[in-house]
């Protein structure tokens, strides 16, 4: 199962809110939903994360056993 938890803990680390990927970022709202929901995102947004936050994959989610 991916798991988004890292990306919280990287945004708050980064002092980047979901309001700020919206407004600066032009995020999709929906997409943040997704992400919230814990369900599929693109690599393209992965890369989107990413290249925002200066981070690694790593930073954004992770993979646990169910």
């Known amino acids: 199962m991916i798991s988004y938890d890292p990306l919280w803990k990287t945004m708050k680390e980064k002092g980047i809110s979901t309001y700020r990927l919206i407004t600066e970022y ?31 994959v790593e930073d ?3 993979y646990r056993d169910a």
């Open 60 to 62: 954004v989610l992770e």
């Open 26 to 56: 032009g995020f999709s709202k929906g997409t943040l939903d997704s992400l919230k929901q814990g369900r599929n995102i693109s690599t393209a947004t992965l890369n989107e994360l990413c290249r925002i936050l200066r981070c690694r």
